[in-house]
């Protein structure tokens, strides 16, 4: 086979293929393709084609899925392992400090995560547990009878333990992917069963996707008649993506009550990306910029998340929690 007989069939190839208006549009490559085995340019070989038609030339008769490459089932058929199966979900559990837990509450949240997702989703991550424990000792001053919103949630760990702290609203929210938003009323279901809660207790949360810096009137529908904001936002380990920070000020900044003069944004991080860490901090340079106070809680010392340089392995352990407030 010379290399202009090569270059039309690898038209029609199974990697390549042009889906043909017609059934002649077929037939004018296979006639292209033989032709030209005489060696004589493309040029000269659709000349011919168009001899043939001005001369009313019949093609052959072909069925739909006939292929000039031979039975067309087999052209379009995809091997049987090109497509891989979707992960399962999978589960993961919190369990509360035993001196945290009072009589009637759950001891222990268990969450399903989605199965692998490019949002992150699918992980229970270092900075939730460390939210989840903070809110857990501080839960009469910053949950109960609050109004409290968590931005990219994943499983929404820490909205769980709002719940635990009869905070007056929940909502968690995250990217509106399908799957990801399916999990957490997944999950917040689960955890009404499982408290063995009334459904007016269940209808405390609302499950909500939403893209960072959006309106958000749609978040502030949420609210009780008569708040003016939420009186704790949550950001837990989502100021990695540096790209998204004006953003996420941008919704904490529409969505704080003022008129709680104590609502606080809680931002709980790990800097998973050690040479990217000066990035992950200035966050809340640009907070300070865009009006906010700036308050550092802590820092804890965990695990890496993930297996990357050895000499980096105490930076990406930590985790650290701030406040930001007005």
């Known amino acids: 086979m010379n290399e202009r007989h090569r270059g039309c069939l690898c038209i029609i190839s199974r990697f390549s293929l042009i889906a043909f208006s017609s059934r002649q549009a077929l037939w004018d490559f296979s ?19 168009a001899h043939f038609r001005d001369a009313n030339y019949t093609f052959p008769t072909m069925s739909d899925t006939e292929s000039v490459l031979g039975n067309g089932d087999d052209l379009f058929r995809e091997p049987e392992d090109f497509y891989k199966p979707e992960d399962p979900p999978s589960f993961d559990t919190y369990e509360r400090k035993p001196e945290l837990v009072r009589a009637s509450e759950p ?15 699918h992980l229970l991550w270092n900075a939730s547990k460390v939210t989840a424990n903070y809110l857990d000792m501080n839960g009469s001053r910053l949950l109960s009878n609050k109004t409290v919103l968590e931005l990219g949630a994943g499983a ?15 909502v968690i929210t995250d990217y509106p992917e399908a799957d990801l938003i399916a999990n957490i009323d997944y999950n917040v279901d689960k955890y009404a069963r499982e408290s063995h809660v009334e459904r007016t207790d269940r209808e405390r949360f609302r499950v909500a996707g939403y893209i960072w810096g959006n309106d958000t009137e749609q978040l502030c529908k949420f609210l009780p008649e008569g708040s003016d904001g939420y009186d704790l936002i949550i950001l837990s380990d989502v100021i990695f993506n540096h790209s998204e920070h004006a953003k996420l000020l941008a919704t904490c900044w529409n969505c704080l009550s003022r008129r709680n003069s104590d ?30 106070k700036v308050e550092k809680l802590f820092e804890e010392k965990w695990w890496p998340m993930f297996e990357e340089e050895e000499d980096t392995k105490d930076i990406r352990s930590m985790v650290y929690g701030y406040f930001l407030s007005f």
């Not at 001891?107 to 989703?121: A, F």
């Not at 929404?156 to 929940?170: E, M, N, Q, Y």
């Open 31 to 49: 006639l292209a393709a033989q032709l030209d085995q005489s060696g004589r340019t493309l040029n000269h070989t659709y000349n011919d084609i």
């Open 107 to 121: 001891s222990k949240i268990t969450l399903r995560l989605v199965g692998k997702s490019p949002l992150w989703g």
């Open 156 to 170: 929404g760990l820490p909205s769980f333990i709002a719940a635990i702290h009869d905070a007056r609203k929940v």
């Open 263 to 292: 609502s606080k944004v809680f931002v709980v991080f790990t800097p998973h990306r050690a040479r990217l860490f000066h990035r992950d901090l200035q966050f809340f340079e640009d907070a300070i910029q865009l009006g906010f």
